[in-house]
Protein backbone atom coordinates (compact mmCIF):
# COMPACT_ATOMS: atom_id res chain seq x y z
CA UNK A 1 0.00 0.00 0.00
CA UNK A 2 1.44 3.37 -0.96
CA UNK A 3 1.45 6.69 1.23
CA UNK A 4 -2.27 7.99 1.11
CA UNK A 5 -1.11 11.62 1.85
CA UNK A 6 0.32 11.78 -1.36
CA UNK A 7 -1.73 10.59 -4.00
CA UNK A 8 -4.21 12.41 -6.09
CA UNK A 9 -7.54 12.28 -5.94
CA UNK A 10 -9.13 11.10 -9.33
CA UNK A 11 -10.94 14.79 -9.66
CA UNK A 12 -6.97 16.40 -9.37
CA UNK A 13 -5.79 14.25 -11.97
CA UNK A 14 -8.59 15.41 -14.49
CA UNK A 15 -8.67 18.89 -13.34
CA UNK A 16 -4.62 19.11 -14.17
CA UNK A 17 -5.19 17.23 -17.46
CA UNK A 18 -7.60 19.85 -18.39
CA UNK A 19 -5.44 22.14 -17.34
CA UNK A 20 -2.37 20.76 -19.75
CA UNK A 21 -5.25 20.47 -22.61
CA UNK A 22 -6.35 24.06 -21.94
CA UNK A 23 -2.60 25.42 -21.88
CA UNK A 24 -1.84 23.42 -25.03
CA UNK A 25 -5.02 25.27 -26.59
CA UNK A 26 -3.73 28.90 -26.00
CA UNK A 27 -0.35 28.01 -26.70
CA UNK A 28 -1.60 26.97 -30.63
CA UNK A 29 -3.71 29.94 -30.43
CA UNK A 30 -0.58 32.28 -29.59
CA UNK A 31 1.46 30.65 -32.60
CA UNK A 32 -1.19 31.63 -34.72
CA UNK A 33 -1.80 34.94 -33.38
CA UNK A 34 1.94 35.33 -33.57
CA UNK A 35 2.26 34.75 -37.88
CA UNK A 36 -0.74 37.16 -38.24
CA UNK A 37 1.16 40.08 -36.20
CA UNK A 38 4.20 38.96 -38.33
CA UNK A 39 2.77 39.08 -41.78
CA UNK A 40 0.67 42.30 -40.76
CA UNK A 41 4.18 44.31 -40.00
CA UNK A 42 5.82 42.75 -43.38
CA UNK A 43 2.44 43.74 -45.54
CA UNK A 44 2.84 47.13 -43.55
CA UNK A 45 6.32 47.65 -44.73
CA UNK A 46 5.60 46.28 -48.44
CA UNK A 47 2.85 48.53 -48.50
CA UNK A 48 4.64 51.58 -47.43
CA UNK A 49 8.13 50.67 -49.61
CA UNK A 50 5.66 50.50 -53.02
CA UNK A 51 3.28 53.42 -52.62
CA UNK A 52 5.05 55.96 -54.48
CA UNK A 53 4.10 54.03 -57.55
CA UNK A 54 7.13 54.80 -59.80
CA UNK A 55 7.48 50.56 -59.77
CA UNK A 56 10.70 51.04 -57.32
CA UNK A 57 10.46 48.58 -54.32
CA UNK A 58 13.81 48.45 -52.19
CA UNK A 59 11.67 45.89 -49.36
CA UNK A 60 13.27 42.83 -49.16
CA UNK A 61 11.16 41.38 -45.87
CA UNK A 62 13.20 38.69 -43.59
CA UNK A 63 11.73 37.17 -40.28
CA UNK A 64 14.83 36.14 -38.80
CA UNK A 65 16.81 36.07 -35.71
CA UNK A 66 20.50 37.70 -34.70
CA UNK A 67 21.51 34.05 -33.73
CA UNK A 68 20.49 32.91 -37.46
CA UNK A 69 23.63 33.37 -39.31
CA UNK A 70 22.66 31.82 -42.72
CA UNK A 71 19.37 34.33 -42.50
CA UNK A 72 21.46 37.25 -41.37
CA UNK A 73 23.77 36.74 -44.34
CA UNK A 74 20.68 36.55 -46.58
CA UNK A 75 19.60 39.78 -45.60
CA UNK A 76 23.34 41.00 -45.78
CA UNK A 77 22.61 39.88 -49.09
CA UNK A 78 19.63 41.40 -49.88
CA UNK A 79 20.71 45.21 -48.45
CA UNK A 80 23.89 45.16 -50.60
CA UNK A 81 21.62 44.34 -53.45
CA UNK A 82 18.97 46.92 -52.62
CA UNK A 83 22.53 49.79 -52.47
CA UNK A 84 23.51 48.48 -55.81
CA UNK A 85 20.83 49.30 -57.59
CA UNK A 86 19.81 52.36 -55.99
CA UNK A 87 23.50 53.58 -57.26
CA UNK A 88 22.98 51.86 -60.96
CA UNK A 89 19.73 53.83 -61.24
CA UNK A 90 21.33 56.71 -59.62
CA UNK A 91 23.94 57.14 -62.54
CA UNK A 92 21.16 55.75 -65.21
CA UNK A 93 22.90 52.42 -65.52
CA UNK A 94 20.07 50.30 -64.98
Given at each position: MG???NSKTE???NEEKAQREANKKIE???QKDKQIYRYFIR?????I???SGDGRHYCYPHFTCAVDTE???RVFSDCRDIIQRMHLRQYELL
Open positions: CLGDQRRQLDEFLRSTANIR
